[in-house]
């Protein structure tokens, strides 16, 4: 059992979701948001930085709205839906640029691939509590 | 001139909304995010702290969301209009919540008067770059 | 092999420590960070809440360090070692204050039990980085 | 008054620190995370981006860690005085060192002046809240 099922398992308040969903879009969230704090580092290092300018702003703002969007899902007491609704529509978003910039160039960037992967994973997380998979 | 307005200012890209309305908007996420960060905390220090639950979770959630909104927009290099339409959406509404909430015990903790005054100019500057004002 | 470790297999950039080791550390900050913010909200969900304010405390200012260790430690380009060192001892104690108070009441919460043990896990991690362990 | 200042003075806690010096670092810190993201960003927008990596990545930890610290800060129920010694020691030394490098090419970047004076005060502040200034 992860560490996100686990809290889940433990907390005495009703979460807003099925736990193993939730759990699941928690460490969607929380692996995407280093995978893009990652990818954007890597990138910084690429000869061809000047070239991957935007996918490092995508990669840098993506992981803000995914972290954001973790910690919200990882607060169940009293929680709010229209707020929760809110960060997840704002990350599913994120997650679908960041996704569609990286693999424009995954073929010449092996961490642009990885990252695609880990947005394109959070995103159908986002879909699947959003209702919309 | 603020900070936010001399580092826009000073960067070589073209910012995506007009500098005045931009730089007031990130000014208005820090200080929610910080208004929200501290409202919890004095909410968590109140003797009635088991009736503010709803009030602390909404307050963390919004500091979250706007302290992620402010970096995004603090972003204009190679920006992705999308994403930054994204968390502006999800900042306005998610301080429109928290708002409410802190509204309706304002008149018994000034912290809550004080939180719910961030949270609505914070809403209005998420408005206006939105187009929405 | 974890995210942490295929984005430091994939990223142009030396590494200033040992692989394995880096993305343990990374990877117990991000654990960390979760267990702590869903600790402070399981916490608040609890009928005694009154008496869990030091751990409610203890457990937000914990996440906020362990997040931003995990970003620091994520980048790799240029990377500056007096910042990272400042980081990783700063996470460190956090870590250890934040476990030592969850243990006090571990028998009593499991959640607490289970947050000391990721604060336990992250700190040991940064030792480890910090060469004292 | 600041919003900073208004926040400490209603909440129902006992403050740790002066609540003026307080207040003064809280608000010099979130300047400082806005100064750092934002001079991240101009970086990137230079021509001369390869030349500055390690300003960027100077900048995004600075700003992570001034972060924590305003959040760290923010908070003064049942506060933990070892926690927060950690965090405005961590602080004051990625201000010291990222003021060190944005000054190193403050002439040629007005961006990076301006980050500069931010550190410093930040780093000015922290030093107050820890008794050595």
Do not use: F, K, N, W
Not at 95 to 104: L, S, T, V
């Amino acid at each position: 059992m992860s560490v996100a099922q686990e809290m889940l398992r433990t907390t005495p308040s009703q979460p807003g979701y099925p736990a193993a969903d939730l759990a699941a879009c928690i460490e969607a969230c929380l692996a995407c948001a280093h995978a893009c704090t990652a990818c954007a580092d890597a990138c910084l290092g690429e000869e061809m930085v000047a070239d991957l300018r935007r996918c490092i702003t995508l990669d840098l703002g993506c992981a803000d709205l995914c972290e954001a969007t973790g910690r919200v899902l990882s607060r169940q007491t009293a929680y709010d839906s229209g707020l929760t609704r809110a960060a997840l529509q704002a990350c599913r978003e994120a997650c679908a640029r960041c996704a569609e910039e990286c693999e424009g160039h995954a073929s010449m960037h092996e961490h642009c691939a990885m990252c695609a992967e880990a947005c394109r994973r959070c995103q159908a997380a986002c879909d699947r509590l959003l209702g919309d998979a």
